[in-house]
């Protein structure tokens, strides 16, 4: 197994992928959004629930790759128990560890989901890792916009 | 390795069929990719050109370059002369009865929404029906959606076995005096189904429906004759049979074309113009509005010449006649082909946790597979990493996919020019990933 593919596809994320942490639908969900990448066929849902400005629970459904899925269950630990706007930053922080090449930075405020930047070599796979973050993105608008509407 | 290959080795030799000279023809086979020699696997999305067409592409922009069909000038001639004698070897190709039956189209999604746009919408009216597979390419499925939304006709799937056999009975009990077209793939490039086409046509027949047959995977694989099949139009992706991309071609029976209005309008499809009326060019011009893939259009014709030339090749001795020769030529390249199939899908299907996706006994070199422990896109980049190109996801057959109870598969899919020993780099490769996610 090369080097790039060992830095591609990490413990960590073999891990996720086989053991996807807050997997399943959640109960009173407050928001709720289905992502679909058409090239592939990928597709997640995820389930949220928030209250006062805080993601107390937040779990995913759906089929997609060991990146998209490991993307997913990582996503959903690292924004438990954060505000909305701590959820944003993360979501700008991710989205630019693992499109941004020679991005040689550090992410400690990502923690585990630093491993995923070694997508950024891979592009054909940038939308895996970043599927499960714009539906959570789209739960938490449609969340908005239910808010709004009512 | 296996006895269906000691047997046909023989067979090899005796014809004539060398892969090795084969794969030195296509400069591409000897590259690397990642460090490793390419095992390109993917033909079923665009296959390889042998050195012959690049060469005769490359002397057409060097020595030939114009406008055909409107020029005096010497090189517009060289052009036009040169651009219908393609026209002629697609028509033996395909065994059409006359060359004007043949259309040059930007692709086989161009020449599928021609005539569904063209012959659909002066033939097809509300509550007629269109009959289509389950297994189509979304190129098959989206266009006669589009016409059957706009004139209130209905769309209707022939269901399919776990084979991926169409279901013929359930075909029959669904023809009736609605359906007006039956648009079927020939070859499929999911599963490699040969599907029973002539069959499908003198039941749609029976029934008063046209039939139209996408052949985009037939056209690299087996030896189609359009006048046997009885077909009413007949499809084909250039370059997926070793030709340039952004050329296909259309069949279409002369009096149906004839009957059919233009589908765009523009240069070279007129007879006279005037802002009272304009008069159109005939056959095949009135659908071949605007300048041609000139280039294009030369590289099949000098593609259409190197399969003959196997022919010839295959049977030791000089085959004069084109149709003859293309018949030489997809012979031996049939048998060959069958053989390495079954190769492939008996090694893939001797893996554990690989479940194998088509497997009818009639079909071409689509090996398509999940398996157990990964997901197909991380099979491809694990594939990729040393050398291996092959397809993943839904081949646009989403209503085929979720038939098969499957978001994706990995789709290996062969070429005249692969070998045993590239089907069992794919094997190794494929338990590097079962290393990885098992």
């Known amino acids: 197994m090369s080097i790039e593919l060992r830095e591609l596809y990490q413990e960590v994320i073999l891990d996720h992928n086989r053991h996807p942490r807050n997997r399943g639908k959640l109960e009173e969900a407050t928001g709720y959004a289905e992502g679909h990448n058409p090239l592939c066929g990928d597709n997640i849902q995820v389930y949220l629930h928030t209250n006062g400005g805080l993601v107390e629970a937040v779990s995913f459904e759906g089929s997609g790759c060991a990146i998209s899925t490991a993307s997913a269950s990582m996503m959903t630990e690292a924004v438990k128990g954060k505000t909305l706007e701590q959820v944003e930053a993360m979501f700008k922080e991710f989205q630019s560890m693992v499109t941004e090449t020679g991005h040689a930075e550090e992410h400690p405020e990502l923690g585990d989901l630093e491993v995923l930047g070694g997508v950024r070599e891979y592009p054909v796979r940038i939308k895996c890792a970043t599927l499960p973050w714009h539906t959570l993105k789209a739960a938490l608008v449609g969340e908005a916009d239910k808010v709004s509407t009512e | 390795m296996n006895v269906i290959g000691q047997i046909n080795e023989s067979f090899f030799a005796e014809s004539g069929f060398d892969v090795n000279q084969i794969r030195a023809e296509f400069p591409i086979l000897s590259t690397q990719v990642n460090g490793k020699p390419l095992v390109y696997l993917d033909n079923g999305a665009s296959s390889q050109k042998p050195v012959a067409v690049i060469e005769a ?64 919408r002066s033939n097809l009216k509300a509550g007629d029906e269109i009959l289509i597979s389950t297994m189509e390419h979304h190129s098959n499925i989206v266009p006669w959606q589009l016409i059957a939304q706009r004139v209130g006709a209905t ?284």
């Open chain 2, 57 to 120: 592409m490359d002397a057409y922009w060097r020595e030939t370059n114009a406008n055909v069909h409107r020029g005096v000038h010497y090189l517009s001639q060289k052009a036009t002369r040169e651009f219908d004698a393609s026209r002629e070897k697609v028509r033996a190709f395909l065994g059409a009865k006359h060359s004007h039956e043949i259309i040059f189209t930007a692709g086989c999604t161009a020449s599928i929404n021609l005539v569904a746009e063209s012959w659909g």
């Open chain 2, 155 to 438: 769309v209707l799937p022939i269901p399919i076995s776990d084979a991926g056999e169409i279901d013929l009975d359930a075909y029959r009990g669904m023809l009736s005096e609605r359906t007006k077209m039956v648009a079927i793939i020939h070859v499929s490039n999911s599963l490699g189904t040969i599907n029973p086409v002539k069959e499908i046509i003198q039941m749609a027949h029976a029934a008063g429906a046209k039939v139209l047959v996408d052949g985009a995977q037939a056209g690299p694989h087996i030896r189609i004759n359009v006048q046997d099949l009885n077909a009413d139009f007949y499809t084909l992706s250039c370059h997926k049979m070793y030709a340039p991309t952004g050329i296909g071609v259309l069949y279409g029976k002369e009096t149906l074309l004839n009957e059919m209005p233009p589908y765009q309008g523009g240069g070279d499809m007129i007879h006279t113009v005037s802002f009272e009326k304009t008069t159109y060019a005939p056959l095949p011009y009135k659908f071949e509005a605007g300048t041609p893939n000139i280039a294009g259009v030369i590289g099949l014709g000098s593609t259409i010449d190197y399969l003959a030339a196997l022919g010839s090749r295959f049977e030791n001795r000089e085959v004069a006649d084109i149709s003859e020769a293309l018949d030489a030529a997809f012979r031996t390249l049939e048998a060959r082909e069958k053989e390495l199939t079954d190769y492939g899908m008996q090694v893939l299907g001797d893996i554990d946790g690989v479940r194998l996706t088509g497997t009818a006994p009639n079909k071409v070199g689509i090996l398509a597979f999940t398996l157990d422990c990964a997901h197909p896109h991380d099979v491809g980049t694990v594939l990729d990493n040393i050398g291996i190109a092959v397809r993943t996801g839904h081949h646009c057959c989403m209503p085929l996919m979720k038939r098969l109870g499957v978001p994706a598969t990995t789709r290996a899919s062969l070429a005249m020019y692969n070998t045993h020993e590239e089907i069992d780099e794919l094997v190794v490769g494929i338990k590097k990933v079962k290393e990885l996610f098992g």
